[in-house]
């Protein structure tokens, strides 16, 4: 099973921005497809952004616009950039990689730990 690790949570304020960053024990641009996930108290789980290993991107639309998920090979990161936070946004975040074949999302594919992600108004 591959280790996934989430970091760069925090407590901001509305407005302010953070960055995630996923990192693996595995290389992650081997990966077919690799997604931000997050999970609010009382919620479920839900995508929040994804990136394929062609680099073809897809978000929320409560994020679009605001959010930015990139990858980067040299540092062996999948990054998430989380611009003009809002309240609503917070949740743990967590990263989910899935091979060719698999259904990113499902709970046989990796997922990180998650880091919590605070906004306050």
């Known amino acids: 099973q591959v280790q996934l690790v989430e970091s760069g949570g925090g407590l901001v304020q509305a407005g302010e921005s953070l960055r995630l960053s996923c990192t693996g024990s595995?290389?992650?641009?081997?990966?077919?497809?690799i997604g931000w996930y997050r999970q609010a108290p009382g919620k479920q789980r839900a995508l929040v952004a994804e990136?394929?290993?062609?680099?073809?991107?897809n978000y929320a639309d409560s994020v679009k616009g605001r959010f930015t998920i990139s990858s980067d090979n040299t540092k062996n990161v999948v990054d998430l950039q989380m611009n003009s936070l809002k309240p609503e946004d917070t949740a743990v975040y967590y990263c989910?990689?899935?091979?060719?074949?698999?259904?990113?999302?499902?709970?046989?594919?990796?997922w990180g730990q998650g880091t919590q992600v605070t906004v306050s108004s």
């Open positions: 989910n990689a899935a091979w060719a074949g698999e259904k990113l999302g499902s709970d046989l594919t990796s």
């Open positions: 595995y290389i992650m641009s081997s990966f077919n497809i």
């Open positions: 990136i394929t290993s062609g680099g073809r991107t």
